[in-house]
């Protein structure tokens, strides 16, 4: 088949798109988006955006990044208002159209349909309660396991040279089930977060301190920080464990042959995540990890925070589960963006509030 239009191309976009001129001014808007706005296209033409549109975001201070950087900004979760009608909460991307200096291509997806194509970071229903149910099989299995490692230990002070070998094997191996049964279990104990003003920094700089000294060891990793970023409210022990995850993570995606991983920071006013409660949190920490490996497998692209999905041979899938549950657990947001070359996971925090600062 040859390619349709760009034209048809527009027209069949299921999600709503509106393009903007260099003063913010509607030049087009797609089917989808007129159906989204209740209006036409005519209506709009050359209209000023923020007339029409009741965005609640610092969208004006968002359109000037994305105009000065060349760069695409994703909004996640802000309140979407048409003159008359409710606000519907919305995951907004806005790009750089190229070619045309100062136009942005504006992507609004209402949140109902977003959640069910984005990648979200919210554990599912069926996952949690597999980690519920691994919980409990992990503390059965490890006293028989302690058992079968001690009696091989004990076979092993009598045995032939040959076959100390096997006994060791099941020594082996049976820490091997430990290790992943505390990893569980890690779960289980996860405590909620102690949170005290934190500089983000000096979490950062243990995790690469250590990463170095060990699993990241043939990894360069560069460090591109803004040194007045304000404190975030964490429990630097959880945040740590975040950063060497996703550390981990790329190390090991690098395959053993040397790569590089940046770890970048900055601030960023316009994401904020709405709370249940209808409060809405701004995130404007920003921590991303960025390295150079082959990229997330796309098969299981969408479903890297749950529990149990793995794409390496001897993963066993808890490690970015155990960062969502903590990222979380801090009211903070997580996401991965993954090409072949670069893969980046951001991490977004709140701000301690000034009276926390001192302590
Ligand atoms: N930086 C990355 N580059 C490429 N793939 C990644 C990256 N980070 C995560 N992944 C993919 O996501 C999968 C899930 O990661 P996760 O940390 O949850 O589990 P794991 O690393 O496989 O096992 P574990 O962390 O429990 O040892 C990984 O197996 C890998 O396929
Ligand atoms: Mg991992």
Same mark, same amino acid.
């Given at each position: ?5 760009? /034209? ?21 808007? +797609? ?7 209740? #209006? ?6 050359? /209209?000023?955006?923020?007339?029409? $549109? ?7 201070? !968002? ?16 309140? !979407?208002? #048409? ?16 070619? %045309? ?14 959640? &069910?194509?984005?990648? *979200?970071?919210?554990?599912? %229903?069926? @996952? ?34 040959e076959d100390v070998e096997l006994a060791d094997l099941i020594v082996e191996e049976s820490r091997r089930i430990v290790k992943l049964l505390e990893q569980v279990e890690q779960f289980g104990n996860l ?5 005290? @003003? !934190?500089?983000?920094?000096?979490? =950062? ?23 007045? $970023?304000?404190? #975030?409210? *964490?429990?630097?022990? /959880? ?32 994401? &904020? ?9 701004? =995130?404007?920490? /920003? ?47 997580? #996401? ?5 070359? &670069? ?15 001192? +302590?």
């Open positions: 088949m040859s390619l349709p239009s760009a /034209q048809t191309l527009w027209a069949s976009l299921p999600v709503p798109a509106i393009l903007i001129d260099a003063e913010d001014r509607l030049i087009d808007l +797609n089917p989808s988006a007129e159906h989204f706005l209740n #209006t036409s296209e005519k209506m709009l033409r050359g /209209q000023p955006i923020f007339d029409r $549109l009741a965005i609640d975001a610092p969208l004006e201070q !968002v359109f000037a990044r994305v105009r000065a950087n060349h760069s695409t900004l994703y909004i996640n979760e802000v309140d !979407v208002g #048409t003159g008359d009608r409710a606000p519907v909460i919305c995951n907004l991307q806005a790009a750089p159209l190229t070619g %045309t200096e100062g136009a942005i291509l504006l992507l609004i997806s209402p949140r109902e349909f977003a959640d &069910r194509i984005g990648r *979200g970071q919210g554990m599912k %229903t069926a @996952a949690r309660s597999a980690i519920g149910m691994a919980e409990m099989l992990a503390h059965e299995i490890k006293n028989p396991l302690a058992g079968i490692t001690g009696a091989a230990q004990l076979l092993s002070m009598n045995l032939a040279a405590r909620p977060p102690e949170r005290k @003003a !934190v500089n983000i920094h000096d979490v =950062l700089d243990r995790a690469r301190k250590s990463a170095l000294l060990g699993f990241a060891s043939h990894m360069t990793v560069l460090e591109d920080y803004d040194p007045s $970023l304000p404190a #975030t409210l *964490g429990d630097a022990d /959880q945040l740590l464990q975040v950063v060497l995850n996703l550390l981990k993570n790329a190390a090991e995606a690098a395959g053993g042959t040397p790569g590089t991983i940046r770890i970048h920071t900055f601030y960023d006013l316009s994401l &904020r995540l709405r709370r249940a409660d209808g409060g809405g949190t701004p =995130l404007p920490l /920003q921590i991303e990890i960025t390295d150079d490996g082959p990229g997330i497998p796309p098969e299981i692209a969408g479903d890297i925070f749950d529990p149990f999905v793995s794409g390496r041979e001897n993963g066993t899938g808890l490690g970015l589960a155990l960062v969502s549950k903590i990222v979380a657990d801090h009211q903070g947001w997580i #996401t991965a963006d993954s090409v072949p070359g &670069r893969t980046t996971f951001r991490l977004s925090l709140p701000v301690a509030p000034k009276s926390q600062e001192a +302590n």
